[in-house]
């Protein structure tokens, strides 16, 4: 090999070393510089300390990266929440940021009462979260979720005035079909078939009247139910606690734990719906303690299921639950005793 030729395979060797030098040294500025921007990507919050049940939160977020605003960035806000026996965030909305880094986000509050709800809001990236920053706010009991309604109050006008008039009006209907009848009586000429028309007439007045007073006696679902009820009671959709695993009504006792609570039970068991919260009645009766002392009438009226309540039979609640739901229920009432 000649002098020429080993200086040309030195100069491509160099030239291959350097490319492969600069190569290396532009990837390491790259991974760098991306990781200086993850690391000074910040997200400042600005949201209300308390929030109300029912009502519409609104948060505002603005990203920034070393002091400049992050456009087109998205930026989701979730909450703590414990699911299936499992705790995490939960997202709530999301959202982009204009060209001021800045995004509005919004969502319905939902969470039970607490003095400290955990919120977070999250700058998402390729590989994930990018960064995140935590914070709390307060939980105000509200009303129920679904307010209806109620027409005008008349006072001291109900459902008796009601019948009254019913009363009056039936009574002239009737009257005015009677005189009906006996008119046609009198009359001369009448045909046979002719003279039997009042007779239906008047039969069907008192079939009409007659169901009429039935109906409003028996009081079927109308609109008095848009009236304002003080015996409700916002009822919580979900008991917060302990971790149970779930265990659907009629499936084996012996898969239950055997731990859950009288309160836990109450609730699972559908009972909160009707009775209230504290036993104090709504659509189901009031559970007060002459009720709850008499523990056989009270475990027949569970297994039985009178009027328009479900039965409960022993591979829904076992006789230890009923207790335990009793003992609970006692608790409950002498604690909101005044």
Same mark, same amino acid.
């Given at each position: ?57 609104? /948060?505002? #977020? *603005? %990203? ?6 992050? $456009?087109?960035?998205?930026? +989701?806000? @979730? ?94 209907? /009737?009257? #005015? *079909? %009677? ?6 009586? $009198?009359?001369?000429?009448? +045909?046979? @078939? ?106 027949? $009226? ?37």
């Amino acid at each position: 090999m000649n002098r020429q030729q080993k200086s040309i395979q030195q100069r491509t060797a160099h030239g291959l070393v350097g490319s492969l030098i600069l190569l290396l040294t532009l990837i390491a500025a790259l991974l760098g510089l991306a990781g200086r921007v993850d690391a000074a990507a910040e997200i400042e919050v600005d949201a209300p300390s308390e929030s109300t049940v029912g009502e519409v939160v609104q /948060i505002s #977020a *603005t %990203v920034t990266d070393g002091g400049t605003p992050v $456009a087109d960035a998205v930026v +989701t806000v @979730s909450r703590q929440a414990e699911i299936g026996g499992k705790s995490g965030f939960v997202e709530l909305d999301s959202g982009t940021t204009d060209e001021a880094g800045v995004v509005q986000l919004e969502f319905v509050q939902y969470a039970a009462p607490s003095d400290a709800e955990a919120l977070q809001v999250e700058l998402q990236g390729p590989k994930g979260v990018d960064a995140a920053t935590k914070f709390e706010m307060k939980v105000i009991d509200g009303p129920q979720q679904v307010t209806a309604s109620s027409g005008a109050d008349v006072g001291i006008i109900n459902k008796y005035w009601l019948i009254a008039v019913l009363c009056l009006v039936w009574f002239f209907v /009737i009257a #005015a *079909t %009677v005189q009906l009848l006996v008119i046609s009586r $009198a009359s001369d000429g009448s +045909t046979h @078939s002719n003279r039997l028309i009042p007779y239906f007439m008047v039969g069907f007045v008192l079939f009409t009247g007659l169901g009429m007073f039935y109906v409003v006696l028996t009081q079927p679902t109308m609109h008095a139910n848009l009236a304002p009820n003080e015996a409700f009671d916002r009822v919580p959709t979900a008991y917060v606690g302990e971790i149970y695993p779930y265990q659907g009504l009629g499936g084996d006792p012996a898969d239950r734990p055997d731990d859950l609570t009288g309160e836990v039970l109450y609730v699972q068991a559908g009972c909160v719906s009707c009775h209230g919260i504290n036993a104090n009645g709504s659509m189901g009766g009031e559970l007060d303690n002459d009720v709850l002392d008499d523990t056989e009438e009270f475990t027949e $009226a569970v297994r039985e299921g009178p009027d328009d309540m479900p039965a409960f039979a022993d591979n829904l609640l076992t006789q230890a639950e009923i207790d335990r739901i009793i003992e609970f229920l006692h608790e409950t009432r002498t604690s909101d005793a005044p």
